[in-house]
């Protein structure tokens, strides 16, 4: 049962570049997260979908992008990379707004 | 601004003692209540949830609500050393998809 799968783990890329993180779940939950986690900061949302075909910005949307291909997958884009956006970043699923489900999370680095 | 409160730490207890963790929340609005372990390096896991007054007791954990005074807690019974890991509180209103998460209690249980 592989649950909430994101790729890549790790990820270095430079100022301005662009890249996309993957995130898929196979447990058929209808709504999807990311967040990004930085040192001091807990858990900060960037997009969520509440259901397939819908996205919504979160507490720190700027300079992202996700596209909720279909009900298993939600993809974070990075458009313009800048040093601020190094962080770890978590994909989450939930069935219906309660318990969240994360992925292992993805280590992006930007010089 | 919903906010959800938790002291950094880190607490350190004995092994085998009870570690008590603590949150507060500012959005009487809430309804569900979710407590997540994130070892370092690790995403986060659901230990419990709680949605009605009083304790709710699993295993060695017990979690307590609180409304009219907006606090939740996380009782740890017998704590283990591989109990040490970041505790993250959330809280989620009636109708969202978006819970809001605390900045994690970092907890050492030492030998």
């Known amino acids: 049962n592989a649950g909430v799968t994101q790729t890549p783990k790790f990820q270095v890329l430079k100022t301005g570049q662009s890249m996309t993180l993957q995130c898929a779940q196979d447990?058929?939950?209808?709504?999807m997260y990311w967040y990004r986690q930085d040192p001091g900061m807990g858990l900060r949302l960037i997009y969520y979908?509440?259901?397939?075909?819908?996205?919504d910005k979160g507490e720190v949307p700027n300079g992202y992008n996700v596209s909720r291909l279909n009900k298993r997958e939600f993809s974070l884009r990075l458009e313009s990379a800048a040093p601020s956006q190094t962080s770890v970043y978590f994909c989450?699923?939930?069935?219906?707004?309660?318990?969240?489900?994360f992925g292992e999370g993805s280590r992006l680095t930007v010089l | 601004q919903k906010e959800v409160e938790q002291n950094s730490g880190p607490l350190s207890v004995p092994e085998g003692a009870i570690a008590s963790l603590n949150c507060t929340y500012s959005d009487r609005g809430s309804q569900s209540f979710f407590w997540y372990r994130q070892y370092s390096g690790k995403s986060p896991e659901l230990i419990m949830f709680i949605y009605s007054n009083g304790d709710k007791e699993d295993g060695r954990f017990t979690a307590q609500l609180n409304k009219a005074s907006q606090y939740v807690s996380l009782l740890i019974r017998d704590s283990q050393p591989s109990d040490s890991a970041t505790y993250l509180c959330?809280?989620?209103?009636?109708?969202?998809?978006?819970?809001?998460f605390g900045r994690g209690t970092s907890l050492i249980v030492h030998p």
């Open positions: 989450a699923s939930t069935p219906s707004a309660g318990e969240l489900f």
């Open positions: 959330a809280a989620r209103e009636g109708g969202s998809y978006i819970p809001t």
């Open positions: 447990m058929n939950h209808n709504s």
């Open positions: 979908s509440a259901s397939e075909g819908t996205t």
